[in-house]
């Protein structure tokens, strides 16, 4: 039995145990308490429905080292997470503190293998791809939430990158869809990617959006100008992380052409929805020496509750 069909019997078994026991509930003194009248209007209440952001002027330019300032470079995104939460794509606060050290545990092997702390460095290990076999299995949860999680680190600083350029949920989701992105900067050699990445109000989280479609996204991916783009990514600010979301692997050919440059890449499979031969079969287009780690995501579409099973992050065979 392969490494793969090993770690998924492994999680699935993890899954088994953990649909059976209940929900962990946090402590009285941190359930939402009863609205304040001094607490600040969401700014869901003005946001169209669905929208989780909205972008506002700082009034002030920020630095870009060498790089020249660009026209949006005063601009922020405003983060709502109860949009984000109306959404579907944050947990709901009594399930917030759960779902947050299962991200805890997902994230520590992916920050050592992305800067050397607390275990090997990887090639490009700072890009970070969030890959699926299939449809609706959880990647864009899953990169918000990883994003969000690894924001809180010190010294990293996120940028979380919109490529599921066919369907850019978190573009849209962040209300960010008709914004410059990665699709623009491919296109164009005088857009530079620093120009069109966008600070949010959450500390250590940028957004860079997908861009204005193209029908020739897939060589657009595959191109010099992407191959530069990500070098830049990757080695510009040691500090950052790059979280990637990508669309479905056995759908689209834009995500192998994005799994091509990444130093990680993580497989989210849907409990109980995904068959074991279309991981297998994700897991053979990734090719062989990619270091894959494997997320189980039992969403709430499944079985009540949240739940991730995490397979070690390991360089693994094709099957
Ligand atoms: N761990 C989770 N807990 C609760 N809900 C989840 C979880 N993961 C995903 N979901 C829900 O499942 C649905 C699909 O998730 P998501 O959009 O992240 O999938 P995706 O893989 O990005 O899909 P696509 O391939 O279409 O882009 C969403 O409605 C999301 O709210
Ligand atoms: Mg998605």
């Known amino acids: 039995m392969s490494l793969v069909e090993l770690a998924i019997k492994k999680m699935q078994a993890a899954a088994r145990g953990a649909s059976d026991a209940p929900v962990p509930q946090p402590p009285a003194a941190d359930r939402p308490r009863t609205v304040p009248l ?3 209007a969401p700014v869901v209440a003005r946001l169209a429905p669905g929208v989780v952001g909205e972008m506002v002027s700082t009034g002030v330019h920020r630095a870009l080292g060498s790089q020249p300032v660009e026209h949006r470079t005063d601009k922020m995104l405003l983060v709502d997470r109860r949009a984000l939460r109306a959404a579907g794509l944050m947990p709901p606060e009594n399930q917030e503190r759960a779902l947050a050290d299962q991200y805890r545990h997902i994230k520590r092997p992916l920050i050592a293998a992305a800067t050397g702390r607390g275990g090997q460095r990887l090639d ?5 791809m969030m890959a699926s076999a299939m449809p609706g299995e959880g990647k864009t949860f899953t990169s918000i939430n990883l994003a969000l999680s690894m924001a ?3 010294d990293i ?9 066919p369907k850019p949920h978190i573009s849209r989701t962040f209300g960010v869809e008709s914004e410059l992105g990665l699709l623009d900067v491919l296109r164009d050699r005088k857009t ?33 100008r992407m191959e530069e783009t990500v070098n830049h990514l990757a ?11 990508s669309p479905p692997l056995l759908l689209t050919s834009e995500s192998r052409a994005l799994a091509h440059w990444v130093g990680q890449i993580v497989l989210v499979i849907r409990a109980g929805f995904t068959p074991q031969q279309a991981v297998m079969d994700a897991i053979a287009f990734l090719g062989e020496n990619k270091s894959i780690g494997l997320i189980l995501n039992q969403s709430n579409t ?13 360089t693994v065979p094709s099957p």
């Open 124 to 128: 490009r290990g700072q890009l970070i």
């Open 157 to 165: 600083s996120v940028l979380l990158v919109d490529a599921d350029v």
């Open 38 to 40: 001094a607490e600040p």
């Open 302 to 314: 499944a079985t009540p509750g949240y739940y991730y099973g995490y397979g070690d992050a390991t």
């Open 235 to 245: 080695t510009a600010n040691p500090r950052r992380v790059v979280v990637i979301d």
């Open 192 to 224: 530079t990617v620093e120009s069109v990445i966008i600070p949010t109000d959450v500390p250590n989280l940028s957004i860079l959006p997908a861009g204005v479609r193209s029908d020739t996204a897939t060589e657009l991916l595959a191109s010099h």
């Open 152 to 154: 809180l680190e010190k």
